[in-house]
């Protein structure tokens, strides 16, 4: 599975990282340029760019004309991250095909949530994929990626980090993971969770990690890195 490219263009060396750390840990590859010229290099010369995040204010050449110049050949998703607040600006950036205006300062985890908003919309991430972190869950094909690699999951297993993923940040009792993965017709107790977890955590690796024990109750899915 390959993973989504983000072009990241902004003159300011901090936000470009800030950014670009959050996209990261999303599981997005980052490609950053410093101003408008290096955006153009970097944007006409890989064609597999899935999406660009565009300040507005740059050296050289503005987002604006950046803009202009990458609708003339593609559609590509764009986000145009600025200071400006006036309306005739952000009516602006429409008009020229922008996908979403976002305007500084702004929280990371909701310009994240954009993004993976705007590639589900583009057909990029389909239903039947899960991106959760560096976990990747392809549902047709039944396969899992940590990290980029692909991992070998019992059926059982399977269903268990599907199950986690879709339930996110939610503290999950043993007794609710037993009836949804196990079914109610399970002849057996809540231990086989834990055994079924501990396998799954080392299969992973380090984004095991995310599968957090919540003493007293059960497991949450989180990804905190």
Not at 1 to 18: N, Q, T
Not at 77 to 88: K, N
Not at 105 to 127: C, D, H, M, N
Request: glycine share 8%; aromatic share 8%; charged share 30%.
């Amino acid at each position: 599975m390959e993973e989504i490219k983000i072009l990241v263009v902004d003159d300011e060396a901090r936000m470009r990282k800030l950014v670009g750390d959050f996209l990261k840990k999303s599981g997005y590859l980052v490609l950053e340029a410093g101003d408008g010229e290096e955006a153009e290099d970097i944007f006409f010369s890989d064609h597999k760019i899935g999406l660009v995040i565009l300040d507005v204010m740059m050296p050289k050449l503005d987002g604006w004309e950046v803009l202009k110049n990458i609708r003339q050949v593609s559609d590509v998703p764009v986000i145009m991250l600025t200071a400006r607040t006036q309306e005739q600006d952000e009516l602006l950036g429409f008009k020229l095909g922008v996908d979403e205006y976002v305007t500084k300062p702004f929280s990371p985890k909701v310009l994240v949530a954009r993004v993976e908003a705007i590639l589900r919309r583009s057909g990029q991430i389909t239903e039947d994929e899960l991106v959760e972190g560096k976990i990747k869950v392809d549902m047709s094909a039944h396969q899992v990626y940590s990290n980029g690699q692909c991992i070998d999951l019992s059926a059982k297993e399977f269903e268990l980090l599907v199950y986690f993923m879709k339930n996110k940040n939610k503290a999950l009792p043993r007794e609710a993971i037993l009836n949804h993965v196990w079914n109610f017709d399970y002849v057996g107790d809540a231990r086989t969770i834990d055994t079924h977890v501990k396998k799954l955590r080392s299969k992973l690796g380090a984004t095991g990690s995310y599968i957090k024990t919540i003493w007293g109750v059960g497991y949450k899915f989180e990804v905190i890195e």
